[in-house]
């Protein structure tokens, strides 16, 4: 094959630029760090979204456009399973259709933030409901991508040589880790207040970080796997 | 037999790095007994109050499936070791019984509680050993690799001593979460 070494270095790299640019939206201009209280009444939401209507736009626009950036990390994640597997099997389709509904998460999250911004002088209560969409999409959502962490383990740890690994063991280790700790997320739906809500420390600041150190340290895994299987 | 026990003495069981997975795995754990402890430390009325409505008899009981079956899944080990593979899955089997007898109690004992108003102590015992009863369902699918690897032994491909030591690692794990969640839970 003849490989898009643009492409592939992108692939290494774009982890990190969507970290930006969703961490440009989420964290810089909505301040969804912590996200607003679940408990919180619909008038107060409402209030929020009147007060910072357009930078709370424009969170929305960046978290949505953030897709973009997160395309090429999810090729390459897709390419390193199929090399491990040797093809295009099972565990590399499962990681495929994976990827692609965590995308089409990702967009809808800030979709759902969008529509509370549109019309944020409208009844209260409906602003309130598509905040709520924003919030339990992203952080409930997990069903939609728990897998490709999954599933990335069991490429490290049952289907990789032992002898001539694609990726280190550890991380497999470090992804298995990583779902175990995505798994209390599914709780946002039972609570709108304490730890497990999805703004307490169980259901929003375990998984916001890992989340984040996941994207930070995506290059310096990747890089190498790119240079010596895809670059070589 | 020098070399040996050099080896013997810097033995880490099962893979280096699936401690990242334990020790972190413990860490998570951490955080949560400590939202316990916070939890019994700011409203010790209503904790008391949550604990006096579990059933301690059947976790005690469920203490004592774990541990039989931490003590089996250790001695199916040393029968491995010493290439007993018949005897080492039969080892394996017991102790999956064992934690089927876990999740058939905590049914029951889920089951009890049905109905009941589920107020924030009914919540937190709920979610840690929903997390837990997790840990124990794929301890479970360690178990049955571990029966199935000594039983194609004789067959196929003998199973390396650390992979069953890194699969028994892990069902000690969810043997001393429970432990310590049941001292939490049902006695502290």
């Known amino acids: 094959m003849n490989e898009d070494r643009f492409l592939l270095r992108a692939g290494a790299w774009s982890g990190l630029a969507y970290l930006l640019v969703f961490g440009t939206g989420w964290l ?3 301040h969804f760090f912590p996200p607003i209280e679940p408990s919180a009444d619909a008038a107060a939401v409402a209030e929020r979204y009147r007060e910072h209507h357009l930078t709370l736009m424009l969170a929305a626009v960046c978290i949505m ?3 973009v950036a997160a395309l090429p990390v999810s090729a390459l994640l897709v390419r390193i399973v199929a090399l491990i597997e040797r093809g295009a099997g099972m565990l590399t ?3 495929g259709f994976t990827l692609a509904t965590f995308l089409v998460l990702n967009f809808y999250s800030g979709f759902s933030f969008a529509t509370a911004a549109f019309r ?4 209260p209560d409906l602003v309130q409901y598509a905040n709520d969409w924003g919030f339990l999409q992203f952080m409930g959502g997990i069903p939609m991508f728990l897998m490709a962490w999954v599933l990335l383990a069991y ?4 289907t990789d040589s032992r002898e001539d690994p ?3 063991r550890w991380v497999g280790y470090a992804n298995l880790w990583i779902a175990v700790l995505y798994l209390p997320e599914l709780l946002v739906f039972f609570f709108d207040d304490g730890v497990f809500a999805w703004d307490g420390l169980i259901g929003f600041w375990i998984p916001a970080i890992l989340f984040i150190a996941f994207f930070l340290a995506s290059p310096f895994v ?11 | 037999m020098t070399t040996t026990a050099v080896v013997r003495r810097r033995h880490v069981p099962g893979e280096a790095e699936l401690w990242i997975l334990v020790l972190g795995d413990l860490a998570v754990f951490t955080v949560f ?13 209503s904790y008391a109050d949550g604990q006096a409505g579990l059933a301690t008899g059947l976790g005690l009981l469920n203490t004592l499936l774990l541990l039989t079956g931490s003590a089996l899944v250790a001695s199916a080990l040393t029968r491995a070791r010493a290439g007993h593979w018949v005897a080492a899955r039969g080892g394996y089997l017991l102790a999956i019984a064992c934690g089927l007898g876990f999740v058939a109690v905590k049914a029951v004992e889920y089951a009890g509680h049905a109905g009941e108003p589920v107020d924030e102590f009914l919540s937190y015992y709920y979610v840690f050993t929903g997390i837990h009863l997790a840990h124990v369902l794929a301890g479970l699918v360690c178990l049955a690799v571990a029966a199935r690897r000594c039983g194609l032994a004789a067959r196929w491909d003998e199973p390396s001593e650390r992979l069953l030591e890194g699969l028994g690692v892990y069902w000690h794990l969810v043997d001393l979460l429970w432990i310590v969640l049941f001292v939490l839970l049902y006695l502290a």
Not at chain 1, 120 to 123: F, G, K, L, T, V
Not at chain 1, 155 to 158: D, G, I, N, R
Not at chain 2, 33 to 45: C, D, E, N, R
């Open chain 1, 120 to 123: 944020s002088d409208r009844a």
């Open chain 1, 65 to 67: 456009v953030s897709t």
């Open chain 1, 155 to 158: 490429a490290v740890l049952v």
């Open chain 1, 166 to 168: 694609v990726l280190p």
């Open chain 1, 28 to 30: 810089v201009l909505a």
């Open chain 2, 33 to 45: 007994f400590g939202v316990l402890g916070w939890q019994h430390h700011t409203h010790p009325a």
């Open chain 1, 222 to 232: 990747l890089r190498p796997v790119v240079r010596r299987h895809f670059l070589a």
């Open chain 1, 93 to 95: 389709l499962m990681m």
